[in-house]
């Protein structure tokens, strides 16, 4: 997961940001449909799907733990910070999940 800062936005309301996600699968398998993304920190959690690997959630600033998930893919989880006034991005991979299988003889 790699964050960037991003350009000031007018248009927020007072003590609120953004962030705009972006979500892809690996190298194997580039396309991510139906990702669910959740923002949660100890007042407000917002989960929502991504459908087309692109989505912006305003959220009041501060904290906040981030998850992306998807069947078949790896979870990634990680802290990040909104900025009050800024519009800053998050780009997630989402990698295939390990299956280990055991044969017996």
């Not at 139906?34 to 799907?49: H, M, P, S, V, W």
């Not at 305003?58 to 990634?76: D, E, H, M, N």
């Not at 390990?98 to 017996?104: A, E, G, N, Q």
């Amino acid at each position: 997961m790699r964050t960037s800062s991003g350009r000031k936005d007018s248009t927020l309301e007072p003590n609120t940001g953004a962030v705009f996600i972006t979500v892809r699968g690996d190298s194997l398998n580039p396309m991510v449909g139906n990702a669910q993304i959740r923002l949660q920190n100890a007042e407000i959690r917002r989960d929502t799907a991504v459908r087309n690997s692109a989505l912006r959630i305003t959220v009041p600033a501060g904290r906040y733990y981030f998850r992306a998930r998807r069947i078949g893919s790896q979870t990634l989880q990680d802290s990040i910070n909104v900025r009050s006034g800024y519009v800053d991005t998050v780009r997630a991979i989402l990698g295939r999940e390990v299956v280990c299988s055991v044969i017996l003889t």
